[in-house]
């Protein structure tokens, strides 16, 4: 069964930097696009940054030249680096990727179990 696992979230002060890092695992065929998404208190779960198969990546206008995605292919896993952190970065971080399971045609959303990611000022 296809899952992913998150890690990497924690406590950081003001300008501070973390990694994320997510793996996906089980029966994969192929992983297309992957990408993190957070959610604040009381805010909707929003996009942050995304990367395609073949590289290309979109970036949320608040975290751009501050968080950078990557992905390697060989562990089926993928990284955001957040430097110069915010306060208003704060939020449950979560990793979602499309995903063609083993013996199907088609892709599939699924999601990580989220990561805590707390800036103090």
């Known amino acids: 069964q296809v899952q992913l696992v998150e890690s990497g979230g924690g406590l950081v002060q003001d300008g501070g930097s973390l990694r994320l890092s997510c793996a996906a695992s089980g029966g994969i065929f192929r992983i297309d696009t992957m990408g993190w998404y957070r959610q604040a208190p009381g805010k909707q779960r929003e996009l942050v940054a995304g990367i395609t198969s073949i590289g290309i990546t979109n970036y949320a206008d608040s975290v751009k030249g501050r968080f950078t995605i990557s992905r390697d292919g060989a562990k089926n896993t993928v990284y955001l680096q957040m430097n110069n952190l915010q306060p208003e970065d704060t939020a449950v971080y979560f990793c979602?990727?499309?995903?063609?399971?083993?013996?199907?045609?088609?892709?599939?959303?699924?999601w990580g179990q989220g990561t805590q990611v707390t800036v103090s000022s």
């Open positions: 979602n990727a499309r995903i063609v399971p083993a013996g199907w045609e088609v892709p599939r959303s699924y």
